[in-house]
């Protein structure tokens, strides 16, 4: 592989996981794979998130357009948040990293059981 | 979704992404991903990477088993880093979050024409 190809896969991996990584955006976007959440909805699913940060990475995520966020004027709580159309393609590489992570602790187990 | 398997799928998510995310550990599975490399080789790739992080991140990988260690005893700088075959199936999920960065940042682009 060629430096320039290396650097932009390297650079490639990093943004998408600086998209859907850290401590709390891949959870959101997890969340968010069944159906569209309130705001009280996900801080339940992602306990102990605090609402300080929920409401920084729903924005980031916004800002990122990988979910829509339905602001209607009837009642304050009444904001729903659902993956865009981007954002749920996500979804595959989602279940893919499940799946990893699933395989990854029977491998360990293995090894600890050598 | 009932929550237990919601709750399953965020720690899943969360297991793999603390494995391969991160600020460096994507990087060099990525940069293992062509060749063995030397601890020099995957220092050049990942500048401006330190050699303490490098050791600290080299020695998780080992340890959860994604990486193999060639220690030869011939010269001090003939450790070789390979992929295990189990860190090897995390190429295709490096490649799919590849494809999903390129594909964001194309929508991302045509959002900032508008």
């Known amino acids: ?26 959870a959101i976007m997890t969340s968010l794979c069944g159906s569209p959440k309130r705001f009280s909805e996900l801080k339940e699913d992602l306990k102990p998130i605090t609402s300080r940060v929920l409401t920084k990475e729903l924005r980031y995520l916004e800002q990122n357009k990988l979910i829509n966020v339905e602001r209607s004027t009837a009642a304050a ?38």
Chains 1, 2 share one sequence.
């Open 77 to 114: 709580n009444s904001v729903l948040y659902t993956h865009s159309e981007h954002g749920s393609s996500c979804g595959p590489i989602i279940l893919q990293l499940r799946d990893w992570a699933i395989k990854h602790r029977e491998i360990m187990l293995e090894y600890l059981k050598e």
């Open 1 to 26: 592989m060629q430096d320039i190809e290396k650097h932009l896969l390297h650079r490639d991996v990093q943004d998408a996981l600086e998209l859907i990584g850290g401590r709390w955006r891949g």
